[in-house]
């Protein structure tokens, strides 16, 4: 049975066999870079119709886009992740975390920024003194239910 | 000796007793919210003469504002957070870490976004399907050397 | 500066001394058992009316309806739980959490119950083979973005 | 030899083929969709003539009866879950663990809940605000034996 | 607060001072070693008669009698234990716990040996090879629910 | 070249195909049940002539006898078991793990109860308010040297 | 699809058969051997021509130049490596963590070497009470931002 | 008893009272600040002479002497460290730990780099492209035995 | 109440103020300084008599010479021992501990030296080549038992 | 290509199919047992001749040689070995680890017994109370530097 990491993996051949980039694979179905690439890397599930045309745009087989609207089962592999790039980001929560928590909870009261109802995006901004890598996340602010 | 737990222990009490917000005491040394969060929960140092106008504007021992202006050893307790708020964060970047790398390497070549040369802003979005937390991170694009 | 688990262990001690029951110690606030339970032992926070109601009820400091009305850091000690009373959750999350994912995503689409749009109760149940304990949870049904 | 996680990979396998749910799965077995699918997960073990419905309906190999029939040993891979739709209910353990402690010995004495004489339901619940998961969690009261 | 910790300290002290075995402490209460031990270590609640009784006999205070019965929240530190004595039984469970399940399960179904309707004894028979430690361990037959 | 866990799926093989139980299989050699099942499970080394007699009873090639005379590396995967019916044995350890210690040390001196010079039954007993499985396990008392 | 594990099996194929040195094969693309030897092992990406000739000059087929230019997912196995030429390099950061922190900032101010604008070299220096290994280890001193 | 953790404390509230520098600290005892540091933190004894001239420079009791030629247990807390600027010495070992290994065995056979009979500076380098860090580690080479 | 490490606090105390060695506190009650240098850790019990020679020896009150002849629960903090000195010898085990198996079985069958029954000496043998540590471990031969 | 564990396979297949023992295939090659076991399990590189008569010896293909004799990774799987015979020595490490430290650094200064420039032998001692297994290790004495 085709999983997600099959289609991954037949991503990644497509992408490299044609010299694509997620920015026009995701162009190409009208969605978000984002949300694509996380989609084809098995973290997302594509509406229907979008696992549809990305199939088609790669020439994937049709199974391949039935698994990519399937729901999946997000896993992550390592508890600290070691890739530098991604440790980064980790970092980032270890030493912000109860600063974020103080913020979002002085703005919007006892509750917490959703990782569900999300958008994120990463955009590269050109800078005199090097450039920089700008992400924002946006989630939507959830209150703590009282009763 | 006094410590930055210390001087966090002492701001948490000025806040609490004068019914101060995070915003404000940033607000008043003139540097940003995250920022300043962030070195009064000892996770950054302040510069000397901010350190100084903070202990003032509190009214904290004059021995407070060399604490505040020294560096700090970042130390988070948990490899996997508790606090839903901060898990929240640690869990996107479980999903999404591939999808940052790939997106980052895409847009910059090889390497990562800094987390020294780097910048955070915490925002809540008015929004008529309930209001958004928006959180927006800012790293200088480092390449890796090659040699 | 009081904390939370001053607090806790305040409530505790007049819970020993004057033979008190969680559920007389929230019904006399007109909030629910496992809420008030979770707010007395650090997990929650009361609304500003409730802790001051709870600490009047309970002969606390005035500061101890500040502290329960805090927003809590939500802290958890080990990440499998020892207490068998407890553990046996773990155990049912661990042995079931693939089949809760199933049906809620069969039921309400690509998405999760939430954990902070939350209630729970927990009641005994009387039954002729043996007493049982019913716990019923209730979150809100959150749907992933796709963007 | 036939093992629990081939059996499950056959169902996944006439579940994506035949766009079946797992009510349907159960129904058809006259037994609760939360018990079928963690059977059919490898996470329990069905009544004999439960088995051999559920393979005859679903055109599974005999030797698949007897494996849905075999008991299991419950394995669960990672401490912490990384999907976020079962840490939810990781969370929830983690949050409220000790006030379940707390109610359900205020309730039943010295003991606990059994996760073994255990049965549970997951339900979606209309709701004008945004429907609701409901999950129902019953179990034994189990007394701690003094001798 | 008198904590079950400072109780065992107590009871410790008391046992030094008078060179008392926990074979009389017991049979004093007219309970078992196993089950009386436990609950001087914190780790089980004696009965409301037998706690005073026991708080008598080794001249304890008041409260401390009102600490043992108080239903105690069972926490050992280590996963995997250090003391040789102690970690001899974890490496009998490691070793043999799949062989206990097989034969627990050919025996009575598909269940387990309760934990909680439990009692052990501890016992030295003399051999002529050398003497031996017999821990016998008996728990209620649970089977399993279906539904 | 055939291993440990090559044969004992074999066995299990035979087990499913003929309808076999372990009290049987271990009756054909005429060792105890536990013994034969651990050293099926690959956690001991069966005496020679009875891996040829059970190689033999059970139709194995006889290169299978070899293997299970030879002397096994331990080795069980998860620091915490996840199967309900082992993890109840882990549980007892670690909550009675010190009155263990206790008791043997009491009645024995300095010392532990062996692991290796060991043996073990499991045994239902039949019980008005429900069947019981009692364990029992001898060890031979060990005495720490001092030198 | 061809992966980086896949490549560096290649090189060492290579390497054994032909006796060769990473010296000789960094020499050959003329680059340090530190930098050639971590991306034959998967760990650095080299700039397209040099994969190129590195490729040729190892007799890899030109896929393997694409991979070796292909920016990896940096991956270590083990939390505490266990190979001791590794690990008394851990051991050092271990122990001379702090000092390296205390001296870095005392000689750049709050910030950190980076580990991304770095190179390093590996050199056996003839040495009469024995050779010595000396590391040389060049990172750019970053500042933290305050904003 | 006076300890290294006492001494370190002392140390830090001269060093800060006195505004001094390890740099200082250390030539005016003529040893290296990377030695003196890590003594002076609890992980290396000095000398006696050399304890002696430290705690004389700074005002520190006779005993402190005593305490700082000790032999340390060396201890450190975090599997992985957190500080980011430790952090990244970490991320170094684990990217290219292996790289480490394959040249100094290559140029000295099988064997390791000591880190006991092992020495170490840190420098910053000015840079026109920014300020560089550069730490050489210098340890002898240990041929493993054949025996 | 006084503990083991009050107790081992005692004695380094003593020992750091007269200068001694544990050869010489060994001696002096005419035990070797391996058990001894344990037992006044906190790790073995000292016979009674051997325990009040001790405390006299030093000068520690007589509540000592019944802790040192308690029996000890021996805990040992980290999983992975730091200090190179320790860690040495955790690293053998590592690197040797199958070949310690296979040896151990092919010379006495299946079983394991016990570390119970066991004695252990330390000395430096002079060297041309530098002198060496030899470390003789010696513990009774256990079979495991077949039943 | 031919790897450690393959050699180790077809070292394992022939002194099963030949009957051999450890100690004669070191014999043979005129090496100790332990350093020719642990060379054969992969964790020591054989001289180039030795490797090459001992697969001579045992009937191995050319390559094999070539592969005994290279550097190995030494990677050992669990951080606390689970093998009883294993397990034993690990225990000892944590028991007497301090006590070790102390007698070493008693008898040699700050400084440790290697663990690379080292041998260990394993022998059988008759002993009219049961046999015993000695276990003698012997290691360079290597002091700390100071600079």
């Known amino acids: 049975m085709m999983t997600k990491s099959d289609v991954t993996a037949m991503i990644y051949e497509k992408k490299r066999a044609g010299g694509l980039t997620w920015a026009a694979i995701a162009a190409d179905i009208g969605m978000s870079e984002v949300f694509v690439t996380s989609a084809c890397l098995g973290m997302n599930s594509l509406p229907k119709d979008k696992a549809e045309a990305l199939a088609a745009n790669l020439g994937l087989p049709p199974e391949a886009a039935t698994v990519l609207?399937?729901?999946?089962?997000?896993?992550?592999?390592?508890?600290?992740?070691?890739?530098?790039?991604?440790?980064?980001?980790?970092?980032?929560?270890?030493?912000?975390?109860?600063?974020?928590?103080?913020?979002?909870?002085?703005?919007?009261?006892?509750?917490?920024?959703?990782?569900?109802?999300?958008?994120?995006?990463?955009?590269?901004?050109?800078?005199?003194?090097?450039?920089?890598?700008?992400?924002?996340?946006?989630?939507?602010?959830?209150?703590?239910?009282?009763?």
């Open 69 to 147: 609207a399937e729901y999946p089962t997000k896993s992550f592999d390592r508890t600290v992740p070691t890739d530098p790039c991604i440790y980064r980001f980790y970092e980032i929560v270890g030493v912000y975390g109860q600063t974020l928590k103080e913020l979002i909870q002085e703005k919007g009261g006892d509750g917490i920024m959703s990782a569900i109802d999300f958008d994120m995006s990463v955009d590269r901004l050109p800078n005199p003194k090097g450039d920089r890598i700008e992400v924002r996340m946006s989630g939507k602010l959830l209150a703590y239910s009282a009763w």
